[in-house]
Structures are given as C-alpha cells and as structure tokens.
C-alpha cells in the first residue's frame, strides 16, 4: 500500500520526479568527479558556448562549466572546446535546478554568469522565470567569498523584475557600478539592438 503522501501525487507529477531523480543520477555518475572540490566558473544557459569558450581562452588557469537543457547546443559548444584544447571548460546538458541539487557542498563558484535568459514575457508564466528568491538562495549557498553573479538582458521588464528580487535578498548586494567579467560577442547578444546588465556580490 501507498503511503498517504505518496497516494496525493498525480501520476503526471510521480513520473516527472522519478525522471528527474534519473536526471540527477545520471550527472552524478558522469560529472561527480569534475564538480567534487569545482572551484571556477558557471555560466547557466551557455547555448552555443560562445561567451564561456572565450573566457577560458583568456583565463587558462580557471576551471569553467557551462550549462544548457538543450542538447544541440551542447554538442556544439563542446566542440568548440574540443577543437580548442581546453581542458579546463566543459559543457553539461542539464535543468539549473537539477544541476545546483546535485552540486557537492565542497563546489565553489566564484562568477556565474547568466546571459539573455529566456523571459517568460506573459504575467502568467512569470513563476517560471529563472531569477526567483529561492533559486538565488540556492546559488549562494555554493558561492565563494566575494563570488559574483552577473545577468544581461534584453527584457525591460525581466530586468526590472530581476533587479527588485536581487535587491531583496538577504544573501546578495547589487553591485553599483555594474562589474561585467569580459565582453565578447555572442550569438544571442548579436541579434540584440539593445540591453541592460547587472552584477551582484554574495554576502558571505
């Protein structure tokens, strides 16, 4: 017999969690090695790697992970790399949220980087933006002292809105003027006419 709890979930939700924890497990077994004592950089939503292969260009030294949930744009990014030779970069198709759940605490990010999230326009669909308090409660727990997180966008409001939340959490200060780690063109960035950018320090 079921236990109550367990008897509460719709069947749809049940099959999303179990897919999920198979998620979560399969990134434990390929990446727990690399993330174990990760102390670099994470870019989230990394597309085609464009931005992340820049930096590590200019900072060999940096440990680098990006993040995307779309496959495509994960082989190329990694090829990018692999034709590169940076050892020290590497591309992960995974959620945010499934990624940061199975992150060991003895990560370390010292920037993360967020650049043209998607921006969930319609009011109905902002709970499903990326900047919400506890995703950013979620990030500071893994920053280093002094670590930054760093947001563009094209969306007025996505920007006003991520501003507003980032100014009320308790872990994170708006950074004034905004410190942006390196500018570099990217395929997102260039279909865009205009754009706004913040920079947050953790509270540690």
């Given amino acids: 017999m079921e236990a109550s709890g367990q008897a509460d979930i719709p069947e749809g939700l049940k099959r999303e969690l179990v897919k999920q924890a198979a998620r979560k497990e399969t990134l434990t077994q390929e990446y727990g090695e690399l993330l174990d004592r990760f102390d670099g950089v994470l870019e989230i939503g990394c597309g085609h790697g464009h931005w992340l292969t820049a930096y590590a260009m200019e900072n060999p030294t940096t440990p680098c992970i990006g993040i995307d949930i779309h496959g495509a744009r994960i082989h190329k990014a990694c090829t990018k790399a692999d034709k590169r030779r940076l050892k020290h970069l590497h591309f992960i198709k995974a959620e945010a949220g499934e990624f940061l759940e199975i992150?060991?605490?003895?990560?370390?990010?010292?920037?993360?980087?967020?650049?043209?999230?998607?921006?969930?326009?319609?009011?109905?669909?902002?709970?499903?933006?990326?900047?919400?308090?506890?995703?950013?409660?979620?990030?500071?727990?893994?920053?280093?002292?002094?670590?930054?997180?760093?947001?563009?966008?094209?969306?007025?409001?996505?920007?006003?809105?991520?501003?507003e939340i980032i100014t009320g959490h308790p872990s994170w200060i708006i950074d004034n003027p905004t410190e942006w780690p390196m500018e570099n063109t990217t395929f997102f960035q260039d279909l865009m006419s205009s754009y706004q950018s913040l920079s947050a320090t953790v509270k540690k």
Avoid: C
């Fill in 103 to 163: 992150l060991p605490k003895s990560a370390q990010l010292q920037k993360v980087i967020i650049l043209f999230p998607d921006p969930w326009p319609k009011k109905r669909h902002y709970k499903n933006r990326l900047i919400q308090h506890p995703f950013l409660s979620q990030v500071a727990n893994f920053m280093a002292e002094h670590g930054k997180l760093y947001f563009r966008t094209d969306h007025e409001n996505y920007f006003a809105w991520s501003t």
